[in-house]
T-cell receptor, first 113, second 117 residues
Framework: AQTVTQSQPEMSVQEAETVTLSCTYD???????LFWYKQPPSRQMILVIR??????QNATENRFSVNFQKAAKSFSLKISDSQLGDAAMYFC??????????FGKGTRLHILP | DTAVSQTPKYLVTQMGNDKSIKCEQN?????MYWYKQDSKKFLKIMFS???????INETVPNRFSPKSPDKAHLNLHINSLELGDSAVYFC????????????????FGNGTRLTVT
């Protein structure tokens, strides 16, 4: 079965500090994609970062990086130098080659000034 | 039990046709959404209904019309389909209410892949 689990419903981090959001998944496929989406109050979904499973190198986008552990089926998101604008809901998602995508339930991130 | 279910999973149709995608949630949530996922996997919100009232209506062609017969259903009707409408459409729901905030968890359906030929 294809599943995505975000075990942290809420997290808080001090401004300028680093925070890591956890995500684990399960799929029978060997080739797939992983995503992190950010959802601000507008309810829009913003693609933060993506990782292709066949690439061993962890994806990085400015202050956002992932720790992709394929064997452990883990895909955590690290946000460095946290800013107030990073406060949002974050969704982890996993997509197989047939384009079927499954979302986690989300982690609400608070940034403390 | 599937919390948010969309039908059909796949929809292949010709240009100019009218089609509908149905969405039902059994979570008792008061807010439902439609998102469109493009080929680059960007998800864009299209509509949001709270207790059967339209609260978010992003800039989408008026060929797209959401219909919410009750709190548990939000259907998407598309008239005069165009090639560019081909995408995956996701339905979602959440409990917003007076106590919950915009940050209440969002539950997604499995998506409907629409292909217009």
């Amino acid at each position: 079965a294809q599943t995505v689990t975000q075990s942290q419903p809420e997290m808080s981090v001090q401004e300028a500090e680093t925070v890591t959001l956890s995500c684990t998944y399960d799929t029978s496929e060997s080739d797939y994609y992983l995503f992190w989406y950010k959802q601000p109050p507008s309810r829009q979904m913003i693609l933060v970062i993506r990782q292709e499973a066949y690439k061993q190198q962890n994806a990085t986008e400015n202050r956002f990086s992932v720790n992709f552990q394929k064997a452990a089926k883990s895909f955590s998101l690290k946000i460095s130098d946290s800013q107030l604008g990073d406060a949002a809901m974050y969704f982890c998602a996993q997509m197989n080659r047939d384009d079927k995508i499954i979302f986690g339930k989300g982690t609400r991130l608070h940034i403390l000034p | 039990d599937t919390a948010v279910s969309q039908t059909p999973k796949y929809l292949v149709t010709q240009m100019g046709n009218d089609k509908s995608i149905k969405c039902e949630q059994n979570l008792g949530h008061d807010t439902m959404y439609w998102y469109k996922q493009d080929s680059k996997k960007f998800l864009k919100i299209m509509f949001s209904y709270n207790n059967k009232e339209l609260i978010i209506n992003e800039t989408v062609p008026n060929r797209f019309s959401p219909k919410s017969p009750d709190k548990a259903h939000l259907n998407l009707h598309i008239n005069s389909l165009e090639l560019g409408d081909s995408a995956v459409y996701f339905c979602a729901s959440s409990q917003t209410g007076s106590q919950a905030s915009y940050n209440s968890p969002l539950h997604f359906g499995n998506g409907t892949r629409l292909t217009v030929t």
